[in-house]
């Protein structure tokens, strides 16, 4: 069982920057790709962006280019730099584990309110 607790949000006027962590309990970087998501009130939860076991990145396209997803295999720990950030971004954000052939472990969620 792999625990995610996510840190980070907050409230940021629109145009500002915060940067999201996810913190692992073990070592699944290796095994694992990680994901951020997304979902803001009323709507879906939306896939934001990936991160393989080699490094691969991926970007829904409402991010790309103001996003970017790494991660610090020493410290378990994913990241998620947002930057110019737009009112359409405020949601609560999730990191989970996209392991194959298992379903994904989630962490409890950070709120980012973009104002």
């Known amino acids: 069982h792999v625990q995610l607790v996510e840190s980070g949000g907050g409230s940021v006027q629109a145009g500002g920057s915060l940067k999201l962590s996810c913190a692992a309990s073990?070592?699944?970087?290796?095994?694992?790709?990680m994901g951020w998501y997304r979902q803001a009130p009323g709507k879906e939860r939306e896939l934001v962006s990936t991160i393989s076991s080699l490094g691969t990145t991926s970007f829904a396209d409402s991010v790309k280019g103001r996003f970017t997803i790494s991660q610090d295999n020493a410290k378990n720990t994913l990241y998620l730099q947002m930057n110019s950030l737009k009112t359409e971004d405020t949601a609560e954000y999730y990191c989970?584990?996209?392991?194959?052939?298992?379903?994904?472990?989630w962490g409890q969620g950070t709120q980012v309110t973009v104002s």
């Open positions: 073990g070592n699944i970087f290796s095994k694992c790709g």
């Open positions: 989970a584990s996209l392991c194959p052939f298992r379903l994904p472990f």
